[in-house]
């Protein structure tokens, strides 16, 4: 009974061995291009591409080489905004368009945490220490080392065998810090696969297959500048690039009664109060209305274009001021009021209406 126990054990270590080795064997035979070394182009590139993008924050910080860690808050034209997300930022681009004739304050409430490109923290405990940090950012869309414009699609799984020690690692990476962490600790002596195809998503939001690393590294190499990084500190020179025709003419066409609230023209003059209590209302067919006491008025509109430039020429010959070839700048919603702002170099209308 005893030999037949030590017989199974044995039987036993050996498939283990056997399995394992069978593993090693396979990921030592894979093919080059399916092998990660360190410090080579693919990785580089891969790290660049996974590094914390520190420009989704340039409305508080003005830095494109870090962020500041959530939660926190800023003091914003002497009002107290509490930031948890990037969602937030809104909030304090809220306050900032509040005027056009007033000057902008944003102050920090330190202590708070940066968090940088290779995604580690540092406390910062004052605008001197904040400051120090900046001046090693580059400047407004100067070329920077983080790749934007590509992003991979979550989760991947890497093997590691270290040559040295015998051991084999599986692992799953579920976002950028993972992927970019995991790069950054490949030693000479790893043999690091992946799971391919890996997916990679473009600046057009397309997704692309890729089977191997030399693939990984041409698309990425070919896309270092598809798209507008943003790193610049126009919190709202791009508001609309998610914008869409449909949902522009379905907003204007489903809320009723907008007011006009703001309206600018003959460069800049102030024409706010013209239409006071002016109720405009824009139909599918492209007819539009505008009603005040007793008096109905009718013209047109059309909307074309995507994203950024979007178009909505409007035309009511009665009431001249509105007429124009309006460029959408920006959808706000501050309140409970839903906020339509139109520009043509300095000539501006905005049309508000509670839409919820």
Same mark, same amino acid.
């Given at each position: ?108 409430? /330190? =202590?708070?945490?940066?968090? @940088? $490109? +290779?995604? %580690?923290?540092?406390? *910062?405990? &004052?605008?001197? #220490? !904040? ?64 799971? /391919? =195809?890996?997916?990679?998503? @473009? $600046? +057009?939001? %397309?997704?692309?297959? *890729?089977? &191997?690393?030399? #693939? !990984? ?64 209302? /824009? ?74």
């Amino acid at each position: 009974m005893k030999s037949r126990v030590i017989f199974s054990l044995l039987f036993l270590s050996v498939i283990s061995i056997t399995s394992c080795r069978t593993e090693e064997t396979e990921l030592i035979l894979t093919p080059d291009d399916e092998i990660l070394a360190s410090n080579s182009i693919v990785a580089q590139l891969m790290q660049r591409a996974t590094s914390n993008d520190g420009s989704i924050d340039n409305i508080v910080d003005r830095a494109n080489c870090f962020d500041i860690k959530f939660p926190y808050s800023v003091n914003v034209n002497s009002e107290e905004i509490t930031l948890s997300s990037n969602s937030d930022f809104a909030r304090v681009e809220c306050v900032f368009d509040q005027s056009d004739d007033d000057t902008d304050t944003l102050d920090i409430m /330190f =202590p708070v945490n940066i968090v @940088l $490109a +290779d995604f %580690s923290e540092i406390t *910062i405990n &004052n605008e001197a #220490e !904040l400051n120090s940090y900046s001046a090693n950012c580059n400047g407004e869309n100067v070329a920077d080392i983080d790749i934007e414009c590509i992003d991979f699609q979550y989760p991947i799984e890497a093997s590691s065998f270290n040559s040295n020690s015998e051991l084999l690692e599986t692992l799953n990476l579920e976002n950028d810090y993972q992927l970019y962490d995991f790069i950054e600790n490949i030693s000479p002596s790893d043999i690091i696969t992946m799971d /391919f =195809p890996l997916v990679v998503i @473009l $600046a +057009d939001a %397309s997704n692309v297959s *890729i089977t &191997n690393f030399n #693939e !990984l590294q041409t698309i990425i190499e070919n896309n270092i500048n598809a798209c507008d990084e943003d790193d610049d500190y126009d919190y709202n020179e791009d508001d609309c690039d998610d914008c869409t025709l449909v949902d522009i003419e379905n907003l204007l066409t489903t809320c009723n009664d907008w007011a006009v609230n703001t309206l600018r023209r003959d460069s800049g003059t102030n024409y706010d109060d013209v239409y006071y209590n002016y109720d405009f209302n /824009f139909f599918n067919d492209g007819t539009m209305s505008v009603f005040w006491n007793t008096t109905t008025v009718y013209g047109t509109w059309i909307a074309n274009g995507s994203g950024n430039a979007i178009e909505v020429i409007i035309d009511v010959p009665a009431l001249p001021l509105c007429n124009n070839n309006w460029i959408i700048r920006e959808i706000k919603n501050c309140s409970d009021e839903t906020e339509i702002d139109m520009r043509v170099g300095i000539d501006r209308i905005q049309y508000v209406k509670n839409c919820n």
